[in-house]
Nanobody
Framework: QVQLVESGGGLVQAGGSLRLSCAAS????????MAWFRQAPGKEREFVTA????????DYADSVKGRFTISRDNAKNMMYLQMNSLKPEDTAVYYC??????????????????WGQGTQVTVSS
């Protein structure tokens, strides 16, 4: 497992941008598939995007495709989420997560064994 800490959340107007960061501790970061999930009040935690350990493979939920970009820097043990054209429905607590490998079920939260504490993103209309 790795320890994960998110940062970069905040309040932004609709149409604006934010960049979230996820700092990982531990030597295994570069071998882990990473992802962002989010949870809005009263809703289930949902998949946002995932990236393979090399960064060569990514997956995005339809709701964020074309607006969000996931990336990672294995040398710095960091993962990022660039969020553009934000909408009020993007308001949620955003979590970074790690799992041992990339597979067809990368969108399922049950496969992740490490989670951060979350960072709040609020988009005003």
């Amino acid at each position: 497992q790795v320890q994960l800490v998110e940062s970069g959340g905040g309040l932004v107007q609709a149409g604006g941008s934010l960049r979230l960061s996820c700092a990982a501790s531990g030597r295994s970061f570069s071998s882990r598939t990473m992802a962002w999930f989010r949870q809005a009040p009263g809703k289930e935690r949902e998949f946002v995007t995932a990236i393979s350990r090399s960064g060569g493979t990514t997956d995005y939920a339809d709701s964020v495709k074309g607006r969000f970009t996931i990336s990672r820097d294995n040398a710095k043990n960091m993962m990022y989420l660039q969020m553009n054209s934000l909408k009020p429905e993007d308001t949620a607590v955003y979590y970074c997560a790690a799992r041992p490998y990339y597979s067809d079920d990368v969108r399922l939260k049950d496969g992740y064994d490490s989670w951060g504490q979350g960072t709040q993103v609020t988009v005003s209309s």
